[in-house]
């Protein structure tokens, strides 16, 4: 629905592939088929691929020594200026590969033109992808990790902490906070298994299967492989420019991680409602209403959770691309990058800010165990009570269960139910019966291994923490707090090595970091003036 005379004015590209076409390619049809938008996130793996690529061509002789260093040195001073902020990408080009052949061609000349020998763009953009998110696996995995540490403090501070576990959101069994929040620290666990999993099968190369079926050139993609640092390369070269499954693993990771962060999420809400009243969220990590001022809203873990269906639907937008294509390549799997791009950075962003919002969070310990206290969540004990003193189990449950219908007639509970109801009940009863039946007896008798006794908390606790210190960070990125989180005090407590930062200004700065994992280009660092 364009008028005529725009379209007549548009602006006409000229392509990398021009050479089979009567017609230059139109700027709508370039809009329409450009990835530059998206892709150019990756220059620094594209330029990394295309390094390597150039001197296994120079040293298999397929071009000159010469030649090949000419195009590394041209490559490397393209990635130092796109860096420095010296050269801009072009947002015209038809995408990040393009942009960056073009560029070298421009500054050495024909030696440039040489750089895509014996390579295609469909094996080319594998690479590339598989390099950046090899990083950002990584990445992910330290920003788990931290979120994991933060678990392992908590739990272990309140292994005592009796509250209510629930099932179908009734109160059933008496807990411990710290128990509570360790099934979290063993979700976010498996978690970095699935990722360190998914990393291992994204860790072929794909570079060297050309368009689809390799080149006759004497490439060695061993050499290829080797100085990117791949640990093997592809088998089959219609499989390596067509596979995606790395990117539906990784999605489908993410998915799994926001899974497990809306739940956390989901509880979180509800135990800062007035009707819970477990926790406090600290001012930094609420919002407040524009009409209610009594308002503390838990727009973090909100949005935490609402963001999980965005990531589910980038898993199910990549399963959707590759259902139906055909090998090799189809142009269908350029839409991958959008999708894996979304659910990465969306994960990244919630694990920032979750983090730090439940390192801060005020756990509120009298009102967990009021809670306990009040839903006849020590039923099961008083039962198994009278099973250890003789009394058929089934006949226990029932006996129990009259003492909770005569509390609830009474206004009591069980612990405060005076000890000839119990008689009137079952003459077994003595009042050995209130000790067994306390809730701090019901929590620290479960001893049994994976329970909520408050020895075993503290003995998982230590455990998921040296878990989380063997796996520490592969990357770590500086960023003043006050710019993300004012008034937070989450990480304050690690130890970092600062560079080039004077002794006597050391104790401020770390005061106000944060260990957030790095992106892949390293690039987002803080100022002079910032720090």
Not at 248 to 271: D, Q
Not at 442 to 447: I, L, M, V
Not at 476 to 491: G, N, W
Not at 524 to 531: D, N, P, T, V
Request: glycine residues 6%; proline residues 3%.
């Amino acid at each position: 629905d364009l008028p005529i005379q725009s379209i007549c004015k548009e602006k006409i590209i000229m392509q990398l592939w021009k050479g089979r076409f009567k017609k230059e390619l139109s700027k709508t049809t370039n809009d329409f088929n450009s990835s530059i938008s998206f892709d150019s996130r990756m220059y620094k793996e594209d330029i990394e691929g295309s390094i390597a690529h150039a001197t296994m061509l120079g040293r298999c002789g397929i071009i000159k020594e010469e030649e090949a260093n000419d195009i590394v040195k041209g490559l490397k001073g393209i990635l130092a200026d796109i860096e420095n902020g010296t050269l801009h990408i072009d947002m015209e080009a038809e995408d990040i590969h393009t942009f960056i052949e073009g560029e070298l061609t421009k500054r050495i000349g024909d030696n440039g033109k040489r750089l895509h020998t014996s390579r295609s763009r469909n094996d080319q953009v594998a690479v590339d992808i598989k390099l950046y998110l090899k990083k950002e696996v990584v990445n992910v995995k330290n920003l788990v990790v931290g979120l994991i540490k933060v678990i392992a403090d908590k739990a272990e501070k309140y292994s005592e902490t009796v509250m209510p576990g629930y099932t179908h959101l009734q109160r059933a069994q008496p807990i411990t906070f710290g128990h509570h929040l360790l099934a979290y620290g063993e979700m976010l666990l498996r978690d970095v298994s699935r990722l360190e999993d998914c990393l291992k099968r994204m860790d072929e190369m794909p570079l060297g299967s050309c368009a689809l079926a390799g080149t006759t050139y004497p490439i060695d993609r061993t050499i290829t492989a080797e100085l990117l640092g791949f640990d093997r390369i592809t088998n089959n070269s219609l499989d390596g420019v067509s596979d995606r499954d790395y990117c539906i693993e990784f999605a489908s990771v993410l998915s799994i991680i926001m899974v497990h962060l809306s739940r956390f999420s989901e509880e979180i809400i509800m135990w800062c409602s007035w009707e819970f009243k477990f926790i406090e969220l600290d001012d930094a990590f609420s919002t407040g209403s524009s009409i209610m001022p009594q308002k503390k809203n838990p727009d973090i873990a909100e949005l935490v959770r609402g963001k999980s269906g965005r990531v589910f639907g980038d898993n199910m937008t990549l399963l959707t691309i590759m259902k139906g294509t055909a090998l090799a390549y189809n142009k269908d799997m350029q839409e991958d990058k959008e999708a894996i791009f979304d659910a990465l950075d969306t994960v990244k962003m919630c694990l920032t800010a979750f983090t730090p919002m439940l390192d801060t969070m005020r756990v509120i310990p009298e009102n967990m165990r009021k809670a306990a206290a009040g839903g006849f969540i020590n039923a099961t004990d008083c039962a198994d009570w009278l099973t250890k003193n003789g009394v058929p189990f089934r006949d226990a449950y029932k006996a129990t269960g009259e003492l909770v219908a005569r509390c609830i007639e009474l206004g009591t509970d069980l612990e405060n139910l005076p000890i000839e109801e119990y008689k009137k009940v079952c003459d077994v009863f003595n009042d050995d019966v209130y000790r067994a039946i306390s809730l701090e007896t019901c929590t620290n008798e479960r001893k049994a291994f994976g329970g909520p006794a408050s020895e075993n908390v503290k003995a998982q606790a230590k455990r998921v923490a040296e878990i989380a210190k063997n796996l520490g960070y592969s990357h770590v990125l500086l960023l003043d707090q006050d710019t993300l989180f004012p008034k937070a005090s989450a990480f304050t407590n690690v130890s970092i090595r600062l560079p080039n930062v004077p002794a006597e200004g050391s104790k401020s700065i770390l005061h106000k970091l944060y260990l957030i994992s790095l992106y892949s280009s390293g690039i987002f660092l803080a100022s002079a003036e910032q720090k």
